[in-house]
């Protein structure tokens, strides 16, 4: 069958590349796709969100399936538009109803479904324009830090961790009363802050089944030792060290399994992944948010430890069969480094020549593009903050990062950085 992945990052092009291996995978297009998709297939320049060019295309090259990677066509409804479109409606699409996808774009929901559905997390309170004096009140006297998160999708910079109640306060009327995240602040979420180490958990469901995938950790800070501002993500590992059985057991027992126990319950049209960051707080997870897609740079370690036939698993989520399929994994550990623009995640330049993506890999490393694009001269090119990453499989987290340093430093772009620090709690 001919498939439509849309998106263009890092995360695309290891979708891209699983799915092109695929015995069902006759044409695959990436839209708009970087420099590396288009060595998996072919890249289309239509936007993720202009639907209408989507359904033009879909039509034009009898589109089997659509694999969206990023969350704003999900949130914008294109599940929906699919469903609901009489030439569209027969085509598999992956991701979950505007409804659904309301898990990821509006936190006061995914709060209110966990309280619902006894999934652990934070103890919070929501607040809008019309709660404001409460908010203040409740802030005041709040135990510090405190977490505050925009309802909305902010470009990840939603979320904000005060040291003072003043600063708490502070932060709170920008968001109610000066806009500072547009309408993503039009309610805050307040919640306790949770202390622990983190992980991301991801799943396939179909809103009453679900098969778990290789869960990831990233490393979100710009700088070693995890210091310095958050970014996209500067690299990731998989399996996590300290997520033992015991502990996974604990995640599906008391946040999987509810998760689509409540997705069933509430009728939602779920047919996609589920993003579940986590913190592992003393041995009991608890979840920090979810999101409905995959994350990025996890899916480049996710991708190439999983065996499964991506395509197969797509195919079983869309038709109720995901209780007939084992998900297999590769056991070796996966690591990802991203290569970023100098200046990243503050401003930086593009346009860049990358040098060295032509060199013979080891056996066990990929490149992935991230923030690539083509110049007049057909070279690749810097165009984003994250530019690519080197994913290498070891027999441990350590060999696997050395592997991909190797790699990295034979690439080249003018102010290029990447953390060499990648994993460096797993020594
Ligand atoms: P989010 O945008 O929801 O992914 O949150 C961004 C980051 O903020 C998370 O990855 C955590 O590192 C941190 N965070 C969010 N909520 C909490 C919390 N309740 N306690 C501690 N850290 C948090
Ligand atoms: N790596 C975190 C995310 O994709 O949101």
Known sequence: MNILLLGSGGREHALAWKLAQSKQCDQLFIAPGNAGTALCGKNVAIKATDFDAVKKFVL??????????????????????????????????????QYGAQLEGSKAFAKKFMEKYNIPTAAYKEFDKNTYAEGIAYLQQHPLPIVLKADGLAAGKGVLICQSNLEAVAEFELMLQQNKFGDAGNKVVVEAFLDGIELSVFILTDGKEYVVLPEAKDYKRI?????????????????????????????????????????????????????????????????????????????????????????????????????????????????????????????????????????ELPADSLIFHAGTGLSASDEVVTSGGRVLCVTSFGNNIPAAVSKSRSVLNNIDFEGMYYRRDIGYEFE
Do not use: H
């Not at 027992?253 to 779920?270: F, K």
């Open 223 to 359: 700088g070693e030792k995890d210091s310095g501002l958050n970014t996209g993500g500067m690299g990731a590992v998989s399996p996590v060290p300290f997520a033992d059985e015991v502990f996974m057991k604990k995640v599906e027992d008391r946040v999987i399994r509810p998760t689509v126990e409540g997705l069933n319950a509430e009728n939602i049209d779920y047919k996609g992944f589920v993003f579940i960051g986590l913190i592992k707080v003393g041995e009991e997870p608890m979840v920090i948010e979810y999101n409905c897609r995959m994350g990025d740079p996890e899916t480049e370690v996710v991708m190439p430890r999983l065996k499964t036939d991506l395509v197969d698993l797509l195919l079983a989520t869309d038709s109720g069969k995901l209780g007939t399929i084992k998900v297999e994994q590769d056991s070796r550990s996966a690591c990802t480094v991203m290569a970023v623009s100098g200046g990243y995640p503050g401003n930086y330049e593009k346009g860049f020549v990358i040098s060295g993506l032509d060199q």
């Open 60 to 97: 034009e090259q009898t589109i089997g399936l659509v694999v969206v990677g990023p969350e704003e066509p999900l949130v914008k409804g294109i599940v929906d538009f699919f469903r609901k479109d009489e030439a569209l409606k027969e085509v598999v699409i992956i991701g979950p109803s």
